[in-house]
C-alpha cells in the first residue's frame, strides 16, 4: 500500500531542505575559523554581527568576479564620487572663517604625529588582536561633529551660564572669585577708577562672553561607531612596549607608582598566543590610556590640535568604559578607571571627570581596598598594588574635592591602611624575569615621594574638613573666629608633616622660608622629584590660608548688620594673609625656574596641575591687592607695582606651560583683565580720558571694573555634557 502524502507538507519540506542546502561562495575568516555557517554578507555577516566579532573576508589573488565588466561603470561612478568629496573637503580646509564663533568644518585627519622618540616603527600601523602581528591593518577613525567640553578637569574656568548647571562649593577657585568681585564693586563706589584704563582688550570683552566654539579639528568622539571604529584594534608590538617604557619611565607611571608594568607585557605574549579569546576589556582599557599618556607627552593635545595617536587611543579606552563600570569590578578594572580618571582630569572632559570619579569610589569598596582584612588575603605584590591604589584614590578624590568645591566621597577618618613600601613593585614579585622591570634609584625615589605626598593630601582632607566644612556650608556660616582657630590647628599638621620628611629628601625639597617679609627664594632646576614635592607643599599652605582672605573678602558685609569682625581680622588675620601671598609668590617662582634658558619645561608634576597651580596663585595675589586697597593693609611690603609684577609672571608661566592651548589662553585673557583692573587701581581714581572734545573740555568717565567681568561668570566650570555612557 503507497503511502499518502500531503502535498503541501511536501512542498515546505522541499523548501526546506533547498534552504539548508544554500552555499555561499566565500565564508568569512572568522567563521571558518570557528567552523560555523556564514551567510556571506558583507561588510559584516550576521553571525560576527550577533557575537560582536571582527568580520573579514579573504580573498583568492586568482578570484576574478563574473560581472566585472558590468561593475565597472559603478567603480568608475563611485570614483568620481570620492574624488569630488576630497576636493570640497580640501576647499573646506583652506576657506577662511566667516563669522567669529562660526565652527570650522571638521577636515579629515592629518597624519598622526609619529611617537619617534618613542619608535621608529609606523604608529598607525594596526593588528587585530589575535591574528599574527605581520598582518596590518588602517584604521580610520570615526568623525563626528561635537561641542567638547572647552575647559579642563582642574576647575579653572568656567562660563556664566554655566554656574546655573552645577555647583562649585568653597574651596573652588569660583567661591573666591565671586567675593573678589564683590570687594571690587566697593573699590569702584569709592573710587570711581576709569574705564580707559583697562586698555583696548576691554572693547573686545565679547569675545568671551559665551562659550567657545566647537574645537574646528577636535577628533574626539563621544559615542564612536562599532561599526567604523573598531576598539579591538592595537598598534605595533613594538610601539606598544615603546609607549609602555615611555610611561613607566618618565610619565605618570614614575609619579603614581600604583601601576605595574609586567602584567602588561605579559598581556601581550597572551594576544600572540591566545587571540582573542585571551584578551580582557579592563587590561585593553589599561593599555589604551597608558598609550594616551605616552603619545599625549610626545605632542600634547592642550599644546594644540589634539593629535590622532591620542584621540583614538582615548576613544577606545572611553568605548570600553561601560562595558568595565558595569561588570563586577576587579584590581585591573579599578586601575583602569583610575588612569582613565587621572587623563580625563588633565584634558578638557570635566563633566567625565566628576563621573568617572564616582566609579573609581565605588569600585575601590567593591573589591575592598579599604579593608586592611581583605588585603592580607593576597600575595606580598597584590597585597602593596592594592594598598598603592586605595592611597590613590583617595588623592584623587581630595584633588577633585577640592577643585571642584564638592563634598569628599571618602569622608570622616580613612581606614586604617599601612603607607606603601618604599621599594619597587618589581622586588615584590617572586618570579625571576620581574627583576628585568626594575628601574634603580629613581625608581624607588619616586615611591618615597608618592608616600609623603600620601601624608599631605591627608592633611588636604583635613582642611577641606575643617577649615572648609567640607563644602557642605556657605562662607558665611563660618565666623573668622572659627576660622582661624582651625587654620593654626592645620598649620601644626602641616609644620609636623614637613619636618617628618625623610633625611634623604630634605636636601632635594626646596622649601622656602617662611619668617620675614622676604618673598625672594633660590630654587635649583634640577631639583625634578623635590620639586614636585615642593610645590604640593606650597599650594596645600595656601589653599589653607586662602580662607582667611574670604574672611576679609566677606567684612563689608558683616559691617551692615553690626557684627563687625575688622579688629580681630587686623589683629590676627594679616599674618595668615601673608603666609598665603608668600606661598603664592614662591609656587610662581618654582615654576619660573623649571624653564630653561631656551623657555623648555623641565620634567615636573603633571602639565595640568602647573597651570593650576599657576593660576590659582595669580588669583591670590589679585585677591590680596584688592584687600589691600580696601582695608589699607601693607603685606610683605608689597607695593601696587609688586602685585602687577606677580600677575604678569604668572600669566608668562601659563604661556609657556601651555603654548596654544586653549586652556592657557583663556587663563592668559583672564589674568590680562586682572592685570588692566590691577593696573587701575595702582592708578587711583578717575583719569581723563583722549582725545579730548572739540571745545576743549577733558571728558571723564566713571566706570564699574566688575561689568568687565561678567563674561567669566564663576571660575571654574562644568560643562554640560551629554549622557558619558551613552552607547550608539
Not at 593630601?457 to 582651625?486: C, F, P, Q, T
Amino acid at each position: 500500500m503507497t503511502e499518502q502524502v500531503d502535498p503541501a507538507y511536501s512542498h515546505a519540506n522541499a523548501e526546506e531542505l533547498r534552504s539548508k542546502r544554500k552555499r555561499i561562495s566565500l565564508a568569512c575568516k572568522s567563521c571558518r575559523v570557528r567552523k560555523t555557517k556564514c551567510d556571506g554578507a558583507q561588510p559584516a555577516c550576521r553571525a560576527c554581527v550577533d557575537m560582536n566579532l571582527t568580520c573579514g573576508y579573504v580573498r583568492r589573488k586568482d578570484f576574478k568576479s563574473q560581472n566585472e565588466e558590468e561593475n565597472r561603470p559603478l567603480e568608475n561612478r563611485l570614483k568620481a564620487i570620492e574624488e569630488t568629496l576630497h576636493m570640497l573637503v580640501t576647499q573646506n580646509e583652506h576657506a577662511p572663517k566667516t563669522t567669529r564663533g562660526q565652527g570650522d568644518a571638521i577636515s579629515s585627519p592629518s597624519g598622526s604625529a609619529p611617537l619617534a622618540t618613542l619608535t621608529a616603527s609606523t604608529p598607525w600601523t594596526n593588528v587585530t588582536i589575535g591574528a599574527s602581528c605581520e598582518t596590518e591593518m588602517i584604521l580610520t577613525p570615526h568623525l563626528e561633529t561635537l561641542s567638547s567640553d572647552t575647559v579642563d578637569g582642574m576647575v579653572i574656568i568656567t562660563f556664566a551660564d554655566e554656574a546655573a548647571n552645577a555647583h562649585f562649593g568653597s574651596s573652588s577657585n569660583s567661591a573666591l572669585f565671586a567675593q573678589i568681585r564683590g570687594a571690587l564693586a566697593e573699590i569702584w563706589q569709592s573710587n570711581h577708577l576709569d574705564r580707559t584704563n583697562l586698555g583696548p582688550q576691554v572693547n573686545d570683552s565679547t569675545l568671551i562672553s559665551r562659550p567657545a566654539s566647537p574645537t574646528p579639528n577636535s577628533q574626539l568622539v563621544r559615542n564612536p561607531d562599532k561599526r567604523i571604529m573598531d576598539h579591538l584594534l592595537l598598534p605595533s608590538k613594538g610601539y606598544i612596549l615603546a609607549s609602555l617604557d615611555s610611561f613607566f619611565s618618565s610619565g605618570i607611571g614614575v609619579l603614581f607608582p600604583y601601576l605595574y608594568k609586567k602584567p602588561l607585557v605579559d598581556g601581550l605574549a597572551v594576544i600572540e598566543t591566545g587571540g582573542l579569546r585571551g584578551v580582557r576589556r579592563s587590561w585593553l582599557c589599561l593599555l589604551n590610556t597608558i598609550m594616551a599618556f605616552s603619545a599625549e607627552a610626545v605632542a600634547p593635545t592642550w599644546k594644540g590640535k589634539p593629535t590622532s595617536d591620542t584621540v583614538t587611543f582615548l576613544n577606545r579606552a572611553l568605548y570600553l568604559l561601560p562595558e568595565i563600570a558595569l561588570q563586577p569590578a576587579d584590581l585591573e578594572s579599578f586601575q583602569a578607571l583610575l588612569l582613565l580618571l587621572q587623563f580625563l582630569q588633565g584634558t578638557q572632559y570635566s563633566s567625565k571627570t566628576w563621573a568617572v570619579k564616582g566609579l573609581v569610589v565605588h569600585a575601590a569598596y567593591q573589591i575592598g581596598l579599604h579593608s586592611s582584612s581583605e588585603n592580607a588575603k593576597y600575595t606580598p605584590l597584590e597585597r602593596e598594588i592594592r594598598t598603592r591604589c586605595w592611597h590613590m584614590c583617595t588623592i584623587l578624590d581630595k584633588t577633585c574635592s577640592m577643585t571642584f568645591g564638592r563634598p569628599q566621597a571618602i569622608q570622616g577618618r580613612p581606614p586604617a591602611i599601612d603607607l606603601p613600601c618604599e621599594v619597587e613593585l618589581a622586588t615584590l614579585d617572586e618570579d625571576p624575569s620581574a627583576r628585568n622591570f626594575e628601574t634603580g634609584q629613581t625608581g624607588s625615589e619616586a615611591v618615597i615621594v608618592f608616600t609623603q605626598s600620601i601624608k599631605l593630601y591627608g592633611i588636604v582632607a583635613m582642611i577641606l574638613d575643617e577649615v572648609y566644612k567640607n563644602n557642605m556650608h556657605g562662607d558665611d556660616a563660618i565666623s573668622s573666629l572659627d576660622v582661624y582657630h582651625s587654620i593654626m590647628l592645620v598649620e601644626s599638621k602641616l609644620a609636623a608633616w614637613r619636618a617628618s620628611v625623610p633625611p634623604q629628601l630634605q636636601t632635594m625639597i626646596p622649601f622656602p622660608t617662611s619668617f620675614g617679609m622676604d618673598t625672594s627664594v633660590s630654587f635649583d632646576q634640577e631639583q625634578g622629584l623635590g620639586m614636585v614635592l615642593t610645590l604640593r607643599y606650597l599650594h596645600t599652605r595656601m589653599l589653607l590660608h586662602r580662607q582667611m582672605i574670604s574672611c576679609f573678602l566677606r567684612h563689608e558685609r558683616t559691617v551692615k548688620t553690626g557684627h563687625s569682625e575688622l579688629p580681630f581680622l587686623m589683629e590676627f588675620g594679616k599674618s595668615s594673609l601673608e603666609v598665603c601671598l608668600r606661598s603664592a609668590v614662591h609656587i610662581i617662582d618654582g615654576l619660573r625656574s623649571q624653564f630653561t634658558d631656551a623657555g623648555q619645561l623641565r620634567s615636573l608634576t603633571t602639565s595640568w596641575f602647573q597651570i593650576y597651580y599657576a593660576f590659582s596663585s595669580a588669583l591670590i595675589i589679585f585677591a590680596t591687592l584688592v584687600l589691600s586697597v580696601n582695608h589699607g593693609l601693607q603685606i610683605l611690603q608689597f607695593q601696587a607695582e609688586d602685585y602687577i609684577r606677580r600677575i604678569e609672571e604668572a600669566s608668562e608661566t601659563i604661556r609657556k606651560l601651555g603654548n596654544r592651548s586653549s586652556m592657557a589662553s583663556r587663563c592668559q585673557k583672564y589674568l590680562a583683565k586682572l592685570y588692566a583692573i590691577a593696573s587701575a587701581i595702582r592708578d587711583g581714581g578717575t583719569k581723563p580720558t583722549e582725545p579730548a572734545t572739540p571745545d576743549g573740555m577733558v571728558l571723564f568717565e566713571a566706570f564699574d571694573p566688575t561689568s568687565l567681568m561678567a563674561w567669566t561668570g564663576d571660575i571654574p566650570f562644568n560643562w554640560n555634557e551629554p549622557d558619558l555612557f551613552a552607547v550608539p
